[in-house]
């Protein structure tokens, strides 16, 4: 487990395009938990940059699942899910079981205590934290369980 602070919106794509390289190959699911601007999304802008994946990276507020294409890590495909706004049961109607079935798909959930019921016991999972106005933590735990309220 490493925690990491970055000081600019810069250094968190920084340390996302690192992460990538340190830890992506092949299929991976990816839970990024934090409170309201913590820094899930601007994170996971920079995972799409390092995989060079066609902009823009809007976030995924209202359609809650975006698609991107790539080739790159043994990833062909990545899901960009915001659960904010749902729950488990939504997931099969974003066609959760053919992202999960899909042996080289890198799926990324923001909220993702909100659909704690569908994950496997164990993802990966990146605590995010406000530190101040310009900094956010960022602690990493490869084989974590997500569990509702405080972080794990
Ligand atoms: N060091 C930093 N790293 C990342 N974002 C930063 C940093 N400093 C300031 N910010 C700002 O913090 C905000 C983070 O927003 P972001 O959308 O990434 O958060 P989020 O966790 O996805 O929020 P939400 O729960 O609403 O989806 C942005 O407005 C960004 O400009
Ligand atoms: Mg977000």
């Avoid at 968190?12 to 990816?30: C, D, H, M």
């Avoid at 995989?51 to 209202?62: I, M, R």
């Avoid at 994950?119 to 956010?136: D, G, W």
Wanted: aromatic share 10%; net charge negative; charged share 25%.
């Amino acid at each position: 487990m490493e925690s990491i602070i970055t000081n600019t919106i810069e250094e968190t794509v920084q340390l996302a395009k690192e992460f990538v390289q340190n830890e992506i190959s092949g299929k991976k699911i990816v839970c990024l938990k934090g409170e309201l601007g913590a820094g899930k999304t601007t994170f996971t802008q920079g995972i799409l940059k390092e995989f060079g994946a066609d902009g823009p990276y809007t976030s995924p507020t209202f359609t809650i699942v975006k698609e991107y294409d790539v080739d790159k890590y043994e990833i062909n495909k990545i899901y960009h899910i915001d659960a904010y706004r749902i729950g488990s049961d939504d997931m099969q109607t974003i066609g959760w079981d053919d992202m999960m079935t899909n042996d080289s798909a890198l799926i990324i959930i923001e909220w993702p205590e909100n659909i704690v019921d569908i994950l496997p016991q164990n993802t990966y999972v990146i605590l995010c934290e406000m530190v101040s106005e310009e900094q956010r933590g960022y602690t990493f735990i490869a084989d974590g369980k997500i569990t509702v309220g405080q972080n794990n």
